[in-house]
């Protein structure tokens, strides 16, 4: 069973970093390309950042001000924010590219 546990999330300021994991379990996590959404009050879930083998890929949004990593030996992902805007509140989930499964997500709420 696949099951994906994000945290990290909490109220940050504006210009404040944080940094997202995913500690994935149920399935072969270092075979499979990731990768990280969002969902903002009122807004439909969005793309926000993918690694594969080699690459990285982001929306234009975060691109310079986040960067997305893992760690194959503890089945983690994680998403580095740094320079965090009030459009980047959110849930934050971490998924496997290839199959349909979300965690519960966790919240960063970025106000003064």
């Known amino acids: 069973q696949v099951q994906l546990a994000e945290s990290g999330g909490g109220l940050v300021q504006p210009g404040g970093s944080l940094r997202l994991s995913c500690a994935a379990s149920?399935?072969?996590?270092?075979?499979?390309?990731m990768a990280w959404y969002r969902q903002a009050p009122g807004k439909e879930r969005e793309f926000v950042a993918r690694?594969?083998?080699?690459?990285?890929y982001y929306t234009d949004s975060v691109k310079g001000r986040f960067t997305i990593s893992r760690d194959n030996a503890k089945n983690t992902l994680y998403l580095q924010m740094n320079s965090l805007k009030p459009e980047d509140t959110a849930v934050y989930y971490c998924?496997?590219?290839?199959?349909?499964?979300w965690g519960q997500g966790t919240q960063v709420p970025v106000s003064s």
């Open positions: 998924k496997p590219v290839a199959l349909n499964s």
């Open positions: 149920g399935f072969p996590f270092s075979n499979y390309n």
């Open positions: 690694i594969d083998a080699k690459n990285t």
